[in-house]
């Protein structure tokens, strides 16, 4: 029986002819913050998305929670309540109120009674800090509040694994702030999450270990002050480069291989 | 001689020349046409009184609850077979397709023959519930829900692919994000083109004609061809007309604000 929250053995998924994850092995322990980055294209997302069976895996074998998730007799929908997921592009449901983002879900999955439903989404509304927006439509949110709004819905089903993937990607740089600072204060609070990332003062700062993927595989991972601030592998470091400072590159690199590079 | 003329002069002239025939070919026909007779043929004015309140109160009437009751069942059905055309299974796939292939293909007249001859010639004895109201129900509603249901499966997919993903990911099943989250979206998208279809069943009500009703079940047509007939006198189809255009003019002018707004909120 796996005593991590998350762990990911052999795993495999193919788009048609393109391999997209060549064989993962990935452990998350109870409350461990995991940052995964990498180059686009690196299968980080797509990793993230069989967690939650959103992709389909086409070998290996993902547990959750001890419950496997891969296998075929699994009520999945049970399994997913106890895993919160965070989009790129929010995707809030734009027809209903943010009240009623957070409550639809824990009134039909959970089938929690109005009031409960409605006290729990409030709750949730103030932790990421957004109760005055209650009675607005999505659309008339900034993007770092659909963000946080849509942090707050997962949340409000209570799940003991938050996913987030690149859940700042899609925002102007000056409401990235808000969103990374609720997902600083989850993590403090001991929540299990699993990060597709850009950021990587935060990788540095809140996680607990960084796994740095390109190619479909883990090339390397570890303590974030190492695998950030000391990368061991070549490919790590020329990733680095080119995100941590982008002007820097003296002309256009065709970024495979990356030996060329710099 | 032309090239002389600045941009503006011939501007000028084109126009000039536009104008003067559209006012040539109108006073033609005032001229020409005969007044007193056209008046007598088309809007008598005591016929017009025997009209109402009839015409409103059974034949408009009628037309409506004919539409509504066929966009009704049109709407159930056609929500049904664009499901159907998205399932994964493909039989259920291939029975939506032909469904909308055959009814989209064929008259709708044909299909009120088919409801109001041919099945009762083919089973006697069964009787489709609720008499003529009924037939009219499914003969309109037959061939407007192969409309319908390829407009909402449009709508459907015009639903972002991440609002499914999200829904699944809070652990709804595929059903009820269906229920709770896509349909309640595609509607929305949906709304000005099943307007614009409802606009074509109100005027296709009148295929009524050819099912054989009793008096008090006869609707705009009908009742304006019998009266006409009655009267010799084409008064009462002047009227049934300017009746359908009471309701299919305004609900246009709907469909043209709603299909704006749709625009600007994209």
Redesign the interface.
Known sequence: MPQNEIEIRGLRKSFGDNEVLRGIDLEVARGEVVCVIGPSGSGKSTLLRCVNLLEEPSAGQVFVGGTEVTDLDVDIDAVRRRIGMVFQQFNLFPHITVTENLVLPQRRVLRRDKAKAAAVARENLDRVGLAEKADAYPAQLSGGQQQRVAIARALAMGPEVMLFDEPTSALDPELVGDVLAVMRVLAGEGMTMMVVTHEMSFAREVADRVVFMDGGVIVEQGPAAQVVGAPREERTRNFLNRILDPAAEARPTSHLPPEDDG | MTSRLTRRQRRRVSQGIQYAVFVGVLVTIGVLADWDRLQNQFAQTDLIGKLFPDIITIALRNTVVYTLSGFAFGLVLGLVVALMRLSSVAPYRWVAGIYIELFRGLPALLIFIFVGVAVPLAFPGTEIPGGTYGKVALGLGLVAAAYMAETIRAGIQAV?K??M?????????HA?AMV??II??AF?IVIPPLTNELVLLFKDSSLVLFLGVTLEERELTKYGRDLASQSANSTPILVAGLCYLMVTVPLSFVVRRLEARADRAR
Request: charged share 20%.
């Open positions: 972002p991440g609002q993903e999200a829904a699944r990911s809070l652990g709804f099943s009820r709770s989250v309640p979206q929305r």
